[in-house]
């Protein structure tokens, strides 16, 4: 697997310029408005550095160590997208299939056209939701945080309201993809893209398709697989003394949140392939080396290089970006010259993008301040841990976007 240490200048890049990324984010630590931080960078399917400091919980003052396990939120989607990719391989559904094959509460959707949450107007939806369509975010549905319209109050409506973690008591993932189902579609699928329970239904696909649990079958061929051995939907006992504290940005300041940092040490209540994985750097960076590495790393091959070539282009239609097809929505990247493959967002434009990422470059984020990219062109990849919400708070990703890049010296 991966190894543990490398040389920096044999990799291509510049040590010193790189150190300037321990200064920049100690320098949040030590204005309080940061607790702790780690990053990791491989090039070329070698780990060749690992940069981190303050606490992981800084209550405790327990220091932040490359064992500690982070909160991925968001940064699950990825890895559901691509256990769903597996499958594809296997033949088990064409991308163009109507998801109603399945699920067949998804047959006849309709389209919100106005009205209060209580009294919605509709129409039939000209477009059946089909299989791209969930891997791409533009299938029309929503998610209940958005707080911008009568379709995702729904969801609240229906108990589902991820900014708090809850759930309709006894809820499974099948249970809840037949409610979503039941709440009229946001637009037409395939006619704008909008953050969503997309990866969620697609989730429960892969339970359908692979007739395991969406869970075991994601341990069995990613996990397990990559050795991501510290990565699962919650911290268990013997671990939770490595768990970082979940933080809130208070007026600028990092405050720890324990009565929401205690649901990462329980099974959850219901099983989402959109959030809720924890890992630690060591396991997720194999994870993005093998999106690097085009589906393979330290001689596990994943996926095919053709499917990562597929998933790693850019699937809005007419060659949109998500600055231009989006809902006015959410997003864990920034939306100019990006577009969005399949699970994961993709550089399109760099001038747009005002940023020295490659083109073809996939990433995403999580609620608490999570972010990785991956850059086949460079085979480079790069991770950024923290536990702050909301992700928004800093321009912690393109800064180190913008160190990284420029230490590159070959």
Known sequence: MTQLHGDLAA????????????????????????AGWLVTINRGGTLVWVGKGGARDSELGAPVELDTI??????????????????????????NDEISQWLPEFADMRVYVGGPPAAMRTRPAIEPIRVHHLFTHT??????????????????????????????????????????????????????????????????????WSGEP?????KRRILDPLEMHDTGWHCPQDKVDRLAMLYVNW????????????AATKPPSLLLGGGGLVSTALDFQRFAAMLAGRGTTGGVRIISERTHAL???????????????????????????VGFGLGVSVVV????????????????????????????AEQLSVCLYAQLLPS?????????????YTALSD
Do not use: C
Request: net charge negative; proline share 6%.
């Open 11 to 34: 990799a291509g890049l510049q040590p010193q310029r790189v150190d300037q990324i321990r200064d920049y984010f100690d320098r949040y630590v030590d204005q309080g408005r940061l």
């Open 70 to 95: 982070w909160r991925l939120f968001s940064m699950t989607k990825p890895i559901t997208a691509v256990a769903a990719l597996t499958l594809y391989e296997e033949g088990r559904f064409d991308l």
């Open 139 to 208: 299938a029309g549905l929503t998610v209940a945080f958005q707080n911008t319209n009568s379709v995702d109050a729904s969801y609240r409506a229906l108990g589902y309201d991820e900014s708090s973690w809850t759930f309709p008591e006894g809820r499974d993932l099948a249970g809840a993809v037949r409610d979503w189902a039941g709440v009229p579609l946001l637009f037409d699928p395939g006619t704008s893209w909008n953050y969503s329970v997309a990866t969620d239904v697609l989730g429960r696909l892969i339970e359908v």
């Open 214 to 218: 969406l869970d075991a079958y994601i």
């Open 251 to 262: 007026e600028g300041h990092a405050v720890p949140v324990p009565p929401l940092a205690i």
């Open 311 to 337: 998933m790693s282009q850019n699937h809005l239609p007419d060659s949109e970006t998500l600055a231009t097809f989006s809902q006015d929505s959410f997003a864990e990247v920034g939306q100019a010259g």
């Open 349 to 376: 434009d760099q001038v747009d993008n005002k940023s020295l990422v490659s083109p073809g470059s996939v990433a995403w984020g999580g609620a608490a301040s999570t972010f990785f990219w991956a850059d086949p």
């Open 392 to 404: 928004t708070s800093y321009p912690w990703r393109r800064a180190l976007q913008q160190f990284v």
